[in-house]
Nanobody, 124 residues
Framework: QVQLVESGGGLVQAGGSLRLSCAASGRAFSFTSYAMGWFRQAPGKEREFVAVISGSGGLTYYADSVKGRFTISRDNAKNTVFLQMNSLKPEDTAVYYC???????????????WGQGTQVTVSS
């Protein structure tokens, strides 16, 4: 069974930064075989794509709303993916989820495994 555990969420003022982490584990789980994505869901809104990184780390994609402010990276030796969030805005407030899937895609339906989420709150 694959487990994804997010951490690093919290309360921050607008303009501040947070770094989210997602640690992956599981028997026979080959971390480098999976693209890792970050998604978020704000109250009353649908889940939306934030960023994705390929298994090798060589490809990354971002939602337009976070491009230039957020950076996704991964440490394959530690089975961990990160989301560095800078210049945070109140509209970034949401529960952030990491996900693992076989394709480097923005579509949540293509991801096989999901974490439990971590709350990010940005105050104005």
């Amino acid at each position: 069974q694959v487990q994804l555990v997010e951490s690093g969420g919290g309360l921050v003022q607008a303009g501040g930064s947070l770094r989210l982490s997602c640690a992956a584990s599981g028997r026979a789980f080959s971390f480098t075989s999976y693209a890792m994505g970050w998604f978020r869901q704000a109250p009353g809104k649908e889940r939306e794509f934030v960023a994705v990184i390929s298994g090798s780390g060589g490809l990354t994609y971002y939602a337009d709303s976070v491009k230039g402010r957020f950076t996704i990276s991964r440490d394959n030796a530690k089975n961990t993916v990160f989301l560095q969030m800078n210049s945070l805005k109140p509209e970034d407030t949401a529960v952030y989820y990491c996900a693992a899937g076989p394709l480097t895609t923005t579509r949540g339906g293509n991801y096989s495994y999901w974490g439990q989420g971590t709350q990010v709150t940005v105050s104005s």
